[in-house]
């Protein structure tokens, strides 16, 4: 599936009587949600499977007269267990979560800036590989804008350990790439 | 090493209540250390989200890869088929179910008069049926069948044999006249 449109049973009733406000968050995540899948090892396919049943989990969660609160963290929260869920039942390693094209990178900068660029990425790309999976975690989320809050409750940790795994993962990335 | 230095991520992401936050930002400004590392942090927080988008980037485009091969031969095949293979699929009259298999002659004439129609039709030998009626209320036309069996006798039809009927038609529709050549 592709492309970037996918079917959701939208508007979210129960939630979202308005539709405008079901369709603003679709936009506002769903591009995240994938990231972040992607970025934990899915394909793009099973990212994109797994983003549409996060959607339809929420529409139901929310039919069924769940919570409105927190919807961010409880999106996220889903598509994370989904992918754990998925990477169990396939028995198989995330081995390289995060493998960029490079190629892909800076095609308005100059060559000098380009080759300085994928340099400095490819540095970030071996210090990332360094990290615990708790920290790549914690990076993901907060790159996806989830507030250290939510990154809790989707990790299912203390809000304050949140923020030590922030801080100590960008420090550790910052040194390694020499920044 | 500072003491606010394992502050400066939180207090970077807006994470640190507002009192701290101030104190932090004041100690941010005097402390030069500090300023480096927040400019170090905010680099390395960018360059994450652009490797991170890079790497869905390839993931989506590999998946597109593994569909162009398809596509673009899906697309050859379909415009060689359309080269080598003219349509085959004619445009057929619209005309009232009258028989299956084709009459002996028919002869199609609209409720404007006409005076002669020269009508060239291929006889068939088969078994007439009898032409529905309900078309005739719908179609305003006139539809005229002669069975092959009427006008020779059995066995005295040759194959493939083109008549040619002159319909004369009057100015009210009616048909004045019907002759039959070969």
Redo the contacts between chains.
């Keep these: 599936m592709?492309g970037d449109s996918l079917p959701l049973p939208l508007p979210l009733s129960g939630f979202a009587t308005d539709s405008c406000e079901a369709t603003t968050l679709y936009r506002e995540l769903r591009k995240p949600l994938?990231?972040y899948l992607?970025?934990l090892g899915l394909?793009?396919?099973e990212?994109q499977d797994m983003v549409q049943d996060a959607f339809l989990s929420l529409h139901r969660h929310l039919a069924s007269g769940g919570s409105q609160e927190n919807i961010r963290s409880w999106l996220f929260r889903v598509a994370h267990n989904g992918a754990r869920n998925r990477q169990q039942s396939y028995d198989r390693r995330f081995g390289k979560?995060?493998?960029?094209?490079?190629d892909?990178?800076s095609d308005e900068a100059t060559p000098e800036q380009v080759v300085l660029e994928k340099e400095?990425?490819r540095r970030?790309?071996k210090a990332?590989l360094l990290l615990t999976e708790s920290e790549r975690e914690c990076?993901?989320l907060?790159?996806g804008g989830l507030?250290?809050r939510e990154i809790g409750e989707v990790l299912e940790i203390p809000t304050s350990t949140v923020?030590e795994t922030?801080?100590r993962a960008?420090?550790k990335?910052?040194e390694k790439?020499n920044? | 090493m500072c003491d606010y230095s394992?502050?400066?991520?939180?207090w970077m992401?807006r994470?640190l209540p507002d009192k701290e936050a101030g104190v932090v930002e004041r100690h941010v400004r005097d402390c030069s250390e500090c300023r480096g590392?927040v400019d170090?942090?905010e680099?390395?927080?960018r360059?994450?989200?652009?490797?991170?988008?890079?790497?869905?980037?390839?993931?989506?485009?590999?998946?597109?890869k593994r569909w162009v091969p398809l596509l673009a031969s899906a697309a050859a095949a379909a415009v060689l088929l359309l080269v080598f293979h003219p349509t085959t699929v004619k445009q057929m009259p619209v005309r009232p179910p009258v028989a299956d298999a084709a009459p002996a002659v028919v002869v199609e004439t609209e409720t404007a008069p006409r005076p002669v129609k020269k009508v060239h039709r291929r006889h068939v030998i088969a078994p007439m049926k009898p032409p529905n009626a309900n078309w005739a209320l719908a179609e305003p036309s006139i539809q005229i069948a002669i069975p092959v069996e009427a006008m020779f006798p059995p066995g005295a039809v040759p194959e493939g044999i083109t008549i040619i009927a002159d319909l004369s038609v009057a100015a009210d529709g009616s048909v004045q006249g019907l002759r039959l050549q070969q």
């Design positions: 592709s994938l990231r992607v970025c394909s793009a396919d990212a979560p995060l493998d960029p094209d490079l892909s990178i400095k990425l970030l790309g990332i990076l993901l907060r790159a507030r250290y923020g922030v801080e960008i420090r990335l910052a790439c920044v | 394992g502050r400066l991520v939180a992401d994470e590392r170090a942090y680099q390395v927080s360059a994450f989200v652009a490797y991170c988008d890079a790497a869905m980037e390839k993931k989506t485009r590999r998946r597109l």
